[in-house]
């Protein structure tokens, strides 16, 4: 019997009212224990006086998360007052990531003295008595994570709605106009990548106003670019943004016929009121932090990128702030938010587990596939890779990716999560790489052939006449492009040559770049700005792509262009390509570091990742 129960949340606002659930499910299997919440002052409001819980444990989250946090006396004195509670449990609501975190709750636990210390294990967890299997962000909404962790004390763990304190009056709401739609422009102040352009929300909540009458309400904080989108607006919304607490901002929401928002605290505030509700997803997990709506109904707008999410997979962090071009997010459309707050608005969408408009990865490779260091490489022919490209262009459907895997990208996504999630997503990885065979020999998983970029892009040009393909070369120095398409005209009579291009990776030149490429009607498109720039400029523009298939290809164009000699066919025929390259260019010496440490890494460990 448990008489006296620490719980621990000290994440943001919105972790905090994911947590409730599992609260109130612990609360009714234990209606007389005293528990305690120890929690990030901002985010106490939430459930201060809800009943949930008896008392209320505060850390400055400044103070907190400050990498001299172990060193603040303040913060030790609290841990050392946590003795006086006597607690027998102490459950932690969090995935122990990082570890300077870890080691903080690690010194909660032992402060506490509780017998029982109950968390997810992920191997870092090395003060847990009780534990269930941490198996990543996302393959658990994080509402049920926490609802099956008070499931090993013997609460009921099935899906509940969230609990939060409300005001007994929503503030300010004089008119009584209806539909009433709340936007929050903002994201709080975690990761400003999550956030959608003012100017964006202001086209939405105009349309929204001439189709519906509707009155806008702004809510948020004072940084949460309001000021923005009433700026931008032709209409004038009732501008409540820093002027409500938490408990109003609920109180408010409540009263409202849907919620317009993106990921963010206010976001789970308007789902613990079950108000119907569109959610903005671009970085952020949608699976692991989506609206929690057990009992209410709620959409996800997704653009599709294929890099999205990047933030929180797995068991990384990875990407907190998402990437500079910020693709995922820009992506997102007026007339996509619209039409899914028509759908909400018109009771369309039934209550239960959010759906989105996201890039479906049902379209990729289903052939034999292993995974060498984490990292998927299928188990194709290029006579093979030729028919499904032929399939593809057939089907006239969504855009395909293709990468071609070889040692130094897969140390290179051990490093770096959004290409590492990047290749795990794709639809397809070919083995380029010597490494690679010789790696699946030795694991028990032989790969029938090599299959590379270099060989691929013209057998692909020869193809490309038989069946009327047209292809786009992206990249390369200037010049190289149209040379390298010259020559491919020039070996393969009647090939089409959609476009050519060199352009960059960066970000101010995308919308420019894909443009042209669908304005060429291309069916394939090979990019060339190196890896792993060119994989991550494919993925985040995937969607809005118009081609069948997109492939990074690196120096192939050199190649073809005559600009840097291939090596002898001895040479690529023994796997030693890359020393020829290394001969050639020996400033490569760096990057081919990678490859014994690629050797030693698939010894030691197989397909596991890092």
């Known amino acids: 019997m448990l008489n006296r129960i620490l719980t621990v949340q000290l994440a943001d606002i919105g972790d905090l009212i994911l947590t409730t659930p599992a609260l109130a499910a612990l609360r009714e299997n234990y209606p007389a224990a005293h528990i305690t919440l120890l929690t990030l002052r901002h985010a106490a409001p939430v459930v201060e006086g809800s009943g949930l819980i008896d008392e209320v444990l505060t850390f400055d989250r400044q103070h907190f998360d400050n990498r001299r946090a172990l060193l603040m006396p303040s913060n ?75 499931g090993l004390v013997g609460a009921d763990s099935s899906p509940r709605p969230a609990q939060v304190k409300v005001a007994e009056t929503a503030p300010m709401l004089e008119s009584t106009v209806h539909p009433r739609i709340a936007l929050h422009p903002g994201s709080g102040g975690y990761s400003l990548a999550r956030r959608w352009e003012a100017e964006k929300f202001a086209a939405v909540a105009d349309d929204l106003t001439e189709q519906h009458g509707a009155q806008i309400i702004l809510v948020g904080g004072p940084s949460d670019n309001t000021a923005d989108v009433k700026a931008a607006m032709k209409t004038t919304p009732l501008d409540l943004s820093g002027k409500t607490t938490l408990p109003e901002l609920a109180a408010l929401l409540k009263t409202c016929d849907v919620y317009i928002g993106a990921d963010s605290g206010v976001m789970h505030l308007a789902a613990a009121m079950k108000t119907p509700l569109v959610a903005l997803f671009g970085p952020s997990n949608h699976e692991a932090y989506g609206p929690w709506t057990p009992e209410s109904p709620a959409l996800i707008v997704r653009s599709g990128a294929l890099c999205s999410p990047c933030s929180y997979v797995e068991h990384g962090v990875g990407l907190r702030e998402g990437c500079e071009a910020r693709t995922s997010m820009k992506m997102v459309t007026p007339t996509q938010v619209i039409e899914a707050a028509n759908r909400v608005l018109s009771g369309a969408v039934p209550p239960g587990t959010p759906t989105g ?254």
């Not at 969504?398 to 290749?423: G, H, K, S, Y």
């Not at 393909?469 to 040559?497: N, S, T």
């Not at 101010?508 to 720039?533: C, H, K, M, Q």
């Open 76 to 150: 030790l004195r609290r841990i050392r007052e946590l003795r006086q509670g006597r607690y027998d449990a102490v459950i932690f609501f969090h995935h122990f990531t990082l570890k300077l975190g870890t080691l903080k709750f690690g010194l909660i636990a032992l402060g506490s003295r509780a017998k029982r210390r109950i968390g997810l294990q992920n191997g870092n967890g090395w003060f847990l008595t009780d534990s269930l299997p941490d198996e990543g962000f996302g393959v658990k909404h994080q509402a049920q994570y926490w609802l099956d962790l008070v």
């Open 357 to 610: 408009n996201s890039l479906s990865l049902s379209q990729r490779s289903t052939r034999d596939r292993l995974h060498i260091l984490g990292i998927p490489v299928d188990s194709i022919t290029y006579p093979q890779w030729l028919d499904v490209i032929a399939a593809w262009v057939q089907q006239n459907g969504r855009a395909r990716q293709v990468c071609t895997i070889n040692p130094e990208f897969v140390m290179m996504a051990q490093r770096d999560p959004n290409f590492r999630n990047i290749l795990k997503r794709a639809h397809l990885c070919i083995p380029d790489g010597i490494g690679l065979l010789l790696a699946a020999r030795w694991m028990g998983r032989p790969l029938p052939e090599r299959v590379t970029g270099s060989d691929g892009v013209p057998k692909i040009a020869e193809r490309a006449v038989r069946e009327g393909w047209r292809l786009f070369l992206l990249g390369a120095a200037p010049g190289v492009a149209e040379k390298a398409a010259a020559v491919l005209q020039r070996d393969y009579p009647g090939l089409q040559i959609a476009g050519v291009y060199s352009g960059s990776p960066a970000p101010d030149e995308e919308d420019a770049i894909v443009e042209r490429v669908n304005a060429s009607r291309a069916n394939i498109l090979f990019v060339a700005y190196g890896a792993p720039n060119q994989d991550k400029w494919i993925a985040r523009n995937l969607p809005r792509l118009k081609v069948q298939m997109a492939m990074g290809v690196g120096g192939t164009f050199d190649f073809i262009a005559g600009i840097i000699p291939r090596a002898p066919v001895w040479m690529r025929r023994a796997g030693l390509e890359w020393l020829y390259r290394l001969y050639l260019q020996p400033r490569r010496i760096g990057r081919m570091m990678r490859l014994p440490r690629f050797a030693l890494a698939v010894l030691l460990r197989g397909s596991r990742p890092r």
